[in-house]
């Protein structure tokens, strides 16, 4: 039936989403699937790819859901397609790859101010990933206070912004701008939460930069003792090497001449014998 008449795509989705509201997650996955499924490959319908990735987010399944984000906006690119996929990097904890979107993103919509936002605690929760690691390489942590520091701007410039309706379209609807400022008000109300904690761990982060130098500077001098060790074990293990090999040269060279004075006698004894044997002939 889905096959032939497209309004029943959009029916499944209807029913997909108001079982998910119901919070019966796994019933909306089989009704999304049987229609990705089902959907001819000549019409495009990202929806159906970009719900089914929201219900894989939902149950925690992430690589499945960047999967489908990946699809959908091969099939459609859109805004809210890159957010969301953005946001799955983000939940997986693969900072790195939200971060490149994000920053892709800004370079094009440069006055979204959601963007920055999502870029200030993607860069933080990366830095408190490192600061929370048991071990830490100096370049790690050099990259987490850097990561700390354009959180801090971040975070500053979202507190000190102008109203919502000066980063909308003059055209806005009285609607959107609504939401913009509910937007907006969210994002300085967190931005005031956790900016003393940034500020904090930015001074902190001395600290743990000269903790973690000692400590990478302290390995390399155990690497460098162990090196040394080897080295004088190696060099113990070659003069000992030495030894027996001039102990066995010299005893070849004992034997060799020992051999040559017996040949030497024995040939001597043989020529006084046929000299006395000619004498008495």
């Known amino acids: ?88 990097y983000f939940l997986s904890r693969q900072f790195d790859l939200c971060e490149s979107i994000l920053k892709g993103m800004i370079l094009r919509y440069a006055s979204d101010i959601r963007l920055k936002f999502d870029l200030a605690n993607c860069l933080y929760e990366r830095a408190q990933d490192i600061f929370n690691k048991e071990f830490r390489l100096v370049k790690e942590t050099e990259s987490a206070i850097d990561n700390l520091s354009q959180s801090k701007h971040l975070m500053d410039f979202i507190l000190h912004a102008s109203e919502a309706a000066s980063y909308l379209p003059a055209a806005a609807s009285r609607e959107t701008l609504q939401v913009a ?38 390995l390399r001098d155990q690497e460098d003792t162990k090196l040394k060790r080897v080295e004088e074990l190696q060099r113990v293990h070659d003069v000992e090497r030495q030894r027996r090999e001039d102990e066995e040269r010299r005893r070849k060279e004992e034997e060799q001449e020992l051999f040559e004075r017996n040949a030497f006698e024995a040939e001597e004894k043989l020529r006084q014998i046929q000299e006395k044997i000619y004498e008495n002939t």
Not at 197 to 210: G, R, T
């Open 1 to 88: 039936m889905l096959e032939v008449d497209e309004s029943n795509i959009f029916a499944a989705m209807g029913i997909a989403s108001v079982l998910a509201e119901h919070n019966k997650v796994l019933e909306a996955m089989e009704i999304l699937k049987g229609v990705k499924e089902a959907t001819p490959a000549h019409v495009t319908v990202p929806n159906v790819l970009i719900n089914l990735a929201h219900l894989n987010v939902v149950q925690g399944n992430f690589e499945a859901a960047i999967n489908l984000y990946k699809i959908a906006l091969e099939k459609g690119p859109s805004f809210d397609g890159e957010i969301y996929l953005a946001k799955a």
């Open 181 to 218: 400022e509910e937007q907006l008000y969210y994002m300085r109300k967190s931005c005031e939460e956790r900016i003393d904690d940034v500020k904090e761990m930015i001074k902190q982060s001395a600290a743990y930069l000269k903790f973690d130098t000692d400590k990478e500077q302290e």
